[in-house]
T-cell receptor, first 112, second 115 residues
Framework: DAKTTQPTSMDCAEGRAANLPCNHS???????VYWYRQIHSQGPQYIIH???NNETNEMASLIITEDRKSSTLILPHATLRDTAVYYC?????????????FGSGTRLLVRP | GAVVSQHPSWVICKSGTSVKIECRSL??????MFWYRQFPKQSLMLMAT?????????EQGVEKDKFLINHASLTLSTLTVTSAHPEDSSFYIC???????????FGEGSWLTVV
């Protein structure tokens, strides 16, 4: 299974960009990278996913390196409500099935 | 956006009894759903993959006879914790993949307390 490595914690100032790195050096060619976040006692919230190309949506941008061994989630203007645990996940393929394996995640604290 | 709903949100049951948690995809069809368990201050741990119309695939170390999974339709999967014990108390979360896309959505989670 491809595993991900993330910093345990990070912080940034409100209104600034938050850049959350993720290492997935063992990723295979057909495995997607997903990002979710979890606010205390709630289910994970989908943020974004990508395969090879950079992706952007209303919540964030996902930058995937050309060799696909790492990626960065960018929250362009962090707010206090973005304080959460952010999970970078590789969708692991198994025969005709697949699964999402969560790592430890990064605890992001957005400071006023 | 797509919604995955879990019911109940929280439940308290007596030791030795069984409790069922439902996971529904509200506006999309999901052939595949997943069940996770999360203990306080820990990450989510995948328990099993639920496949519509077939048997669930359990992760190593997860007792299939204790955690019964049924996925009878494209919008509903259920997890039954049988003969529950206090150590089964946890936050149980399901997720579902839209059949027509690659996005996987998570439910709000269900808190189980066994007393």
């Amino acid at each position: 299974d491809a595993k991900t490595t993330q910093p345990t914690s990070m912080d940034c100032a409100e209104g600034r960009a938050a850049n959350l790195p993720c290492n997935h050096s063992t990723i295979s060619g057909n495995e997607y990278v997903y990002w979710y976040r979890q606010i205390h006692s709630q289910g994970p919230q989908y943020i974004i996913h990508g395969l090879k190309n950079n992706e952007t949506n209303e919540m964030a941008s996902l930058i995937i390196t050309e060799d696909r061994k790492s990626s960065t989630l960018i929250l362009p203007h962090a707010t206090l409500r973005d304080t959460a645990v952010y999970y970078c996940i590789v969708r692991v393929h198994l025969d005709s099935s697949y699964k999402l394996i969560f790592g430890s995640g990064t605890r992001l604290l957005v400071r006023p | 956006g797509a919604v995955v709903s879990q019911h109940p949100s929280w439940v308290i049951c007596k030791s030795g009894t069984s409790v069922k948690i439902e996971c529904r995809s509200l506006d999309f069809q999901a052939t595949t759903m997943f069940w996770y368990r999360q203990f306080p201050k820990q990450s989510l741990m995948l328990m099993a993959t639920s496949n519509e119309g077939s048997k669930a695939t359990y992760e190593q170390g997860v007792e299939k006879d204790k955690f019964l999974i049924n996925h009878a339709s494209l919008t509903l999967s259920t997890l039954t914790v049988t003969s529950a014990h206090p150590e089964d108390s946890s936050f149980y979360i399901c997720s579902a993949k839209d059949n027509f896309g690659n996005t996987i959505y998570f439910g709000e989670g269900s808190w189980l307390t066994v007393v």
